[in-house]
């Protein structure tokens, strides 16, 4: 048996049967008849109901994307992303002591992954963030007075004002706060 979100299909159906019994009915009469039959008013009851069921696509549940940063060094990546950033390490791993390191570093809800190996990421990408509270963190990582950034505001920044971070392996990440 269909469901309700087959809805138009069921009323073309009953428009051809009927029009092979000589019984000629409008699309408009038909779908106003599948909407009786699933106990609705009318056709509007029925369009609204199917809109606010009908998930975009149950084969496919995308999730949150974590971009990926290429890294070279271990000391260094944790003195700027977990001292200088603030982010916390979530989990790390190697498939043996002596090769690269993958690792998952988390701060506020953002997610990112640094790896050592090669081909996971290309040196000097970028990682866009939204962010609120734009000047708390900028004041707090002014504050920690690191040696290889003194990242400033950019008032204009494509979509609001925004506060470019650059790590030691040429890669940026471009914090942003919406204007109002």
Same mark, same amino acid.
């Given at each position: 048996?269909?469901? *309700?979100?087959?809805?138009?299909?069921?009323?073309?159906?009953?428009?051809?049967? $009927?029009?092979?019994?000589?019984?000629?009915?409008?699309?408009?009469?038909?779908?106003?008849?599948?909407?009786?039959?699933?106990? %609705?008013?009318? #056709?509007?009851?029925?369009?609204?109901?199917?809109?606010?069921?009908?998930?975009?696509?149950?084969?496919?549940?995308?999730?949150?994307?974590?971009?990926?940063?290429?890294?070279?060094?271990? &000391?260094?990546?944790?003195?700027?992303?977990?001292?200088?950033?603030?982010?916390? $390490?979530? #989990?790390?791993?190697?498939? &043996?002591?002596?090769?690269?390191?993958? $690792?998952?570093?988390?701060?506020?809800?953002?997610?990112?992954?640094?790896?050592?190996?090669?081909?996971? &990421?290309?040196?000097?990408?970028?990682? *866009?963030? #939204?962010?609120?509270?734009?000047?708390?963190?900028?004041?707090?990582?002014?504050?920690?007075?690191?040696?290889?950034?003194?990242?400033?505001?950019?008032?204009?920044?494509?979509?609001?004002?925004?506060?470019?971070?650059?790590?030691?392996?040429?890669?940026?990440?471009?914090? %942003?706060?919406?204007?109002?």
């Amino acid at each position: 048996m269909r469901s *309700f979100r087959d809805a138009k299909l069921m009323a073309r159906s009953l428009r051809e049967a $009927m029009a092979a019994r000589q019984v000629p009915l409008s699309h408009a009469e038909t779908l106003e008849i599948v909407a009786r039959q699933f106990g %609705c008013r009318d #056709w509007n009851v029925l369009a609204a109901r199917i809109g606010e069921d009908a998930p975009p696509d149950e084969a496919v549940r995308l999730q949150q994307g974590i971009p990926i940063l290429r890294i070279f060094d271990e &000391a260094k990546a944790k003195q700027f992303y977990l001292d200088f950033l603030g982010f916390r $390490m979530d #989990w790390d791993h190697r498939f &043996a002591p002596d090769l690269p390191l993958y $690792m998952q570093v988390s701060r506020s809800g953002l997610v990112l992954h640094l790896s050592e190996h090669h081909g996971d &990421a290309s040196p000097g990408s970028t990682v *866009f963030v #939204w962010m609120e509270g734009i000047d708390a963190l900028h004041a707090e990582l002014i504050g920690k007075r690191y040696s290889y950034s003194r990242p400033g505001i950019e008032e204009d920044g494509p979509g609001g004002r925004t506060l470019q971070v650059p790590d030691p392996f040429g890669n940026r990440i471009r914090f %942003c706060e919406k204007r109002s």
